[in-house]
């Protein structure tokens, strides 16, 4: 069992900068890979990027690439999400995620998501 609480949403004019923490506990979360997803309202939820917690190896989508990165804190059992260069169609409630099954695609724990607005 892997509980997952996200911080640091909030609003910030477009170009701004901000960063989401995702707070994990649990065993064996080296295990895991965490991911970032987004839901903007109205809309599905979409993939932001990934970290192996191992490793630190991230990859991102290619909406976000460039100006979004992922980072972990081993001893915070933290991870992030720095997010540069913001713009309006960044606003969404951001989610992080934990899984660990065969398919990298699939995240069976979830935190409660973090609203970020960012304003033109």
């Known amino acids: 069992q892997v509980q997952l609480v996200e911080s640091g949403g909030g609003l910030v004019q477009a170009g701004g900068s901000l960063r989401l923490s995702c707070a994990a506990s649990?065993?064996?979360?080296?295990?895991?890979?965490m991911g970032w997803f987004r839901q903007p309202s109205g809309k599905e939820r979409e993939f932001v990027g990934r970290i192996f917690w191992s490793s630190g190896f991230a990859n991102y989508a290619d909406s976000v690439k460039g100006r979004f990165t992922i980072s972990r804190d081993n001893a915070e059992n933290t991870m992030y999400l720095q997010m540069n260069s913001l713009r309006p169609e960044d606003t969404a409630v951001y989610y992080c995620?934990?899984?660990?099954?065969?398919?990298?695609?699939?995240?069976?724990?979830w935190g409660q998501g973090t609203q970020v607005t960012v304003s033109s």
């Open positions: 649990g065993r064996a979360l080296w295990t895991y890979r």
């Open positions: 995620a934990a899984g660990r099954s065969a398919n990298v695609n699939d995240y069976e724990y």
